[in-house]
C-alpha cells in the first residue's frame, strides 16, 4: 500500500506560479510511475502529467506543456509539480498518482485545490 500526500496547492492570480508536491509513503518509490492528474468543479478527471523513473520519461497534456514541469527526488520520495504562467482554467484539484504498470494508477492522494483567478 503507497499512501500520497498532496500540498503547495492555494489561490493564485493568473500569470503566476505555484509548485505542487507529493509525498509517497514507500521504500519503492523508484519503482512507480508517478502522474499528476487534476479534477475541475463538474469535470471529469483529467490527465496533467507523468514522469517514469525508470527512463526518466516525462509526459504533459498539450494544455499544460511548456508552462508545467513535472520532478521528482527519489532519495526523498518526492514528487513535483512546478505551475507557471498559470490561467484561470487550470483552476482545479488536482491529485498525484502511483502506479507500477505503463497506463494503471494503483494509488491517489487526497488532492490539493488550485484557484487560479483572473
Known amino acids: 500500500q503507497v499512501q500520497l500526500v498532496e500540498s503547495g496547492g492555494g489561490l493564485v492570480q493568473a500569470g503566476g506560479s505555484l509548485r505542487l508536491s507529493c509525498t509517497a509513503s514507500?521504500?519503492?518509490?523508484?519503482?512507480?510511475?508517478m502522474g499528476w492528474f487534476r479534477q475541475a468543479l463538474g469535470k471529469e478527471r483529467e490527465f496533467v502529467s507523468s514522469i517514469t523513473w525508470r527512463g526518466a520519461y516525462t509526459n504533459y497534456a498539450d494544455s499544460v506543456k511548456d508552462r508545467f514541469t513535472i520532478s521528482g527526488d527519489n532519495a526523498k520520495n518526492m514528487l513535483y509539480l512546478q505551475m507557471n504562467s498559470l490561467k484561470p482554467e487550470d483552476t482545479a484539484v488536482y491529485y498525484c498518482?502511483?502506479?507500477?504498470?505503463?497506463?494503471?494508477?494503483?494509488?491517489w492522494g487526497q488532492g490539493t485545490q488550485v484557484t487560479v483567478s483572473s
Open positions: 514507500t521504500r519503492t518509490f523508484g519503482n512507480y510511475d
Open positions: 498518482a502511483a502506479g507500477l504498470l505503463v497506463g494503471k494508477w494503483d494509488y
